[in-house]
């Protein structure tokens, strides 16, 4: 199985920060990478996907990145609505795996 | 719109079954494997079991394999998970979702297992 490595497990900063995340995989995933955000009590939303592109509809101060078997994902001036669970997931391989998650607060 | 609709969920019985649907609409059913993840209140997402296109290929988390039998209807555009041989540790929101680069969930339906 591919696991996924994901960073830190929580985070607290300041609205207008910039917020970074990071997901390792334990092998090369091809760039097969999504990034959700969760609220509580709801389904997980699509970010990002294929690494690096942004959803339609979703905020430009979103972003992800990828090198190797590290991805990133940025949040650009963060938003008070921006609070939230954030999680990586694989897709080139079955079982899909999951990031650990990221709560993410505002400080 | 592209829409995941889940049902079935409830309080069950260790040892017990229940049956969950995922209604599909908006989208070509066809052309998507669909997935079951599942989530503990509070903690995070893990993957439960897929369909392939056809029906016809599915695959399971080793900690259902041999309980839960994932099946689709493509006529009725519908995805079902049959959950028997419950356990406590089943306990979670599930969802049914599309986990490619054009993901898309459904809202979850809650899933008790107790006595």
Known sequence: DIQMTQSPSSLSASVGDRVTITCQASQDITKSLNWYQQKPGKAPKLLIYGASNLKTGVPSRFSGSASGTDFTFTINSLQPEDIATYYCQQYDDLPITFGQGTRLEIE | ?115
Not at chain 2, 8 to 17: F, R
Not at chain 2, 43 to 64: C, E, F, M, Q
């Open chain 2, 1 to 115: 719109e592209v829409q995941l609709v889940e049902s079935g969920g409830g309080l069950v019985q260790p040892g017990g079954s229940l049956r969950l649907s995922c209604a599909a609409s908006g989208f070509t059913f066809t052309n998507y494997w669909i997935h079951w993840v599942r989530q503990v209140p509070g903690k995070g997402l893990v993957w439960v079991s897929r369909v392939n296109s056809d029906g016809r290929n599915t695959r399971y988390a080793d900690s259902v394999k041999g309980r839960f039998t994932i099946s689709r209807d493509n006529a009725q555009n519908m995805v079902y998970l049959q959950m028997n041989s419950l356990r406590a540790e089943d306990t979670a929101v599930y969802y049914c979702a599309s986990l490619g680069n054009s993901a898309f969930w459904g809202q979850g339906t809650l899933v008790t297992v107790s006595s």
